[in-house]
């Protein structure tokens, strides 16, 4: 009947309203469950990549004192070869650098077309520079060192603490053409542009992370002048910035100690890399002479900015690790030398130095007010403690941030320091702010950039970026990926570096030689040898396999990774130790090569490796330290390329060789 049909209707229709009800609340609970997956490879990601870099900060500490121990043990170790001593420690300071007008001297040849600059700079001369970096053209060095020399007198002039109105905070990576054009912009605008000091520029961490070699390459000839005049321009460049007088600017935090009053009659000049009569922050050693019979002394520069800075610690804001107390220790000393030296852990190179404490009470208050300027971070804990993940600095308490604030009138905090994944991130209810603005830090799609515009009210907006190579914009879960592959690479390679600690340790389990051992065993072992606060069971499917009973095949952790180029003549003792500590190596092998021509003497390479060795404790015989020596001195000329060196000791993942491997074979089958 008629009213059958619409009571069936009806019926028909609620089925169907309820049939998608439930698959709405189907597709939304896939939804979620895969949000929530993609958010928890999203954090793991974000914390290998995290410990990989805190751990790289406490590997620093070995290459740091390795230099205390060769002033103690050199001549003990070494007799009477070469000087690597003044190699490594002295600064070579050239008297023509000091000359107010030696870029005079240099004469620009009619071929070169790159810009030509006039000082006092205008705008067509920035204008110029942008264009030309644009166009992948190089400053000519004698345009270079003027510029340098520019900056350095205006800077001479500013106080330690630059007070201005109304701006925006950004922290930027530097590089030959970001730090010309950041002078250049200074010179034009000196009443609009202002720059903090930050913590990264120093002689060594130029070294290790390429300013140093990208100079040297761009400029062959005046490549160590510009290189002595940027740190001497470093070190006056101002510590802090406060805008409006209700907002600080600094390039890492404060502490229970910080003194803005005092921090103002500094002279910050002091902190310099290349003056012999000044003391340095972040030097690699001072050794009294009455206590130990040296003399000379590295003092690389610190600097970073609160406009622009250079960054790469990321400690985690306001969630640190417990802090053990910071105490002086001794330097190691040798039976011919018999003498210490009570000395402090500092930073340098995100790291640990050792430097004794100033004797003045003055000079030792003033050098504690820029370190915990330049390296401290929040945390969420009441207090302040000693920054031991940096080796300098504190962890600071939002009481201390309240009390500094309070003391002279601020309403805000605002420094860098640290990557995070958005940009920026506010602690200590919103009276400390974190920016970061290099995007893409850790990998593609790791984290975005930002920046900060304050306007009259002081209210600060923040603005947000991810820069990309591609137009097309990646989505969550690509980043997501890209990222992932890149954090366990770099977690592999660990496991690689060490892996006769982590096989010790697992056999330590594996008593019958099973390969295998249970998956709190493996998680156990990882986490005592590598000593990365890391998931490890949720991680152990990335990084190892299972046998059919549930356990772990241990030695399937290293299967996908193996040497660069094989060196038959390496022992396996050797071949590891270099792995581990290869970017030390590296750093040495750098300051050892003062022309930067790519090439060491045998002999230089040979004691410098034993000081190595004997200062890491490793148990390697002269005998296979000469053979390396000799396997690598390619061509029997006396000198060793280190470049290929290093490369045969870089750890290579399998996956990357078969594709190399099928790139050759497509490239030869279509020859």
């Known amino acids: 009947s008629e009213g059958g049909f619409s009571l069936t209707t009806e019926k028909s229709k609620t089925w169907d309203f309820v049939v998608a009800m439930k698959a709405a609340v189907l597709i939304q609970r896939w939804y979620r469950r895969y949000m929530a997956r993609l958010e928890m490879r999203r954090r793991y990601t974000w914390n290998i990549f995290q410990s990989i870099e805190y751990a790289g900060e406490q590997d620093q500490l070995q290459l740091s004192s390795f230099f205390s121990f060769m002033l103690d043990n050199y001549t003990h170790l070494n007799g009477n070869g070469p000087d690597l001593i003044s190699q490594l420690l002295d600064p070579v300071v050239d008297p023509w650098i000091d000359r107010d007008t030696c870029y005079n001297l240099i004469t620009v040849p009619e071929s070169y077309n790159g810009p030509r600059l006039s000082f006092p700079l205008s705008v067509s001369d920035t204008n110029a520079l942008l264009s030309a970096f644009k166009e992948q053209q190089t400053l000519h060095a004698r345009y270079v060192l003027q510029l340098l020399y520019e900056t350095k007198k205006l800077l ?8 201005l109105s109304t701006s925006y905070t950004k922290e930027i990576t530097i590089c030959v053409e970001v730090v010309v054009l950041l002078f250049a912009y200074f010179l034009l605008y000196p009443d609009y542009m202002h720059l903090n000091r930050g913590n990264h520029e120093d002689h060594i961490m130029n070294l290790r992370y390429g300013f140093t070699k990208e100079v040297m390459q761009k400029y062959k000839t005046h490549g160590r002048e510009i290189l002595q005049l940027c740190q001497d321009v470093f070190s006056f460049l101002p510590v802090a910035t406060v805008i409006d007088g209700k907002i600080l600017i600094v390039h890492g935090g404060i502490s229970d100690q910080t003194d803005l009053d005092f921090l103002s009659s500094i002279e910050r000049h002091k902190v310099n890399g290349n003056n012999h009569d000044r003391p340095s922050i972040l030097t690699l050693v001072f050794c009294r002479k009455r206590r130990c019979g040296l003399s000379r002394q590295e003092r690389p520069p610190s600097i970073s900015s609160s406009s622009s800075s250079s960054s790469s610690s990321s400690s985690s804001l306001c969630s640190p690790r417990t802090p053990s ?22 930073p340098f190179l995100d790291s640990f130095s050792s430097v004794p404490l100033p004797s003045p009470p003055q000079h030792e208050r003033e050098w504690k007010q820029i370190v915990d300027i330049l390296w401290s971070d929040p945390k969420m804990q009441e207090g302040c403690s000693p920054n031991t993940f940096r080796g300098g600095g504190c962890y600071f308490g939002p009481d201390i941030t309240q009390r500094l604030l309070l003391q002279h009138g601020l309403q805000l905090l605002i420094r860098s320091h640290e990557c995070k994944q958005d940009g920026y991130e506010l602690c200590h209810d919103g009276k400390v702010i974190t920016i970061f603005s290099a995007s893409n830090y850790y ?3 790791s984290n975005r950039g930002a920046y900060i515009k304050l306007g009259k009210e002081l209210v600060p907006r923040f603005y947000q970026y991810q820069v ?7 989505t969550l879960t690509q980043r ?12 592999k390679e660990k496991l690689f570096a060490h892996r006769s600690e982590l096989m010790t340790g697992f056999q330590q389990y594996d008593q019958n030689n099973t390969g295998s051992v249970s998956v709190s065993e493996w998680a156990q072992v990882l986490e005592s040898v590598l000593r990365l606060d890391l998931p490890w069971r949720t991680l152990r499917q990335h990084l190892t396999h299972l046998a059919p009973d549930g356990s772990v095949e241990y030695r399937s952790c290293f299967e996908d990774m193996g040497p660069g180029i094989p060196l038959p003549q390496v022992t396996p003792n050797l071949a590891e130790t270099l792995f581990r500590y290869r970017t030390d190596i590296e750093i040495i092998f750098n300051i050892i090569d003062k022309d930067h021509s790519g090439l060491i003497s045998i002999e230089e390479f040979r004691h410098t490796w034993r000081l190595f060795s004997a200062h890491l404790g490793v148990n390697i015989d002269d005998r296979a330290i000469d053979d390396l020596a000799r396997s690598i001195d390619f061509n029997k000329d006396g000198s060793i390329d280190f470049t290929e060196f290093l490369e045969a000791f870089r750890v290579v993942h399998k996956l990357d060789k078969d594709q190399q491997l099928n790139v050759k074979l497509d490239g030869e089958k279509f020859s």
């Open 443 to 445: 990998e593609e799609g």
């Open 480 to 491: 997501v990926r890209v990222a992932e592959g890149s954090a366990f690479r770099a977690l």
């Open 468 to 474: 990309s190579r591609t137009t097309r914009k990646p």
């Open 325 to 346: 107390s910071l105490s002086p220790r001794p330097c190691p000393s040798s039976p011919s030398m018999p003498y210490t030296i009570s000395v402090l852990q500092v």
């Open 156 to 163: 001479k002039q500013m106080p330690n603490i630059i007070h």
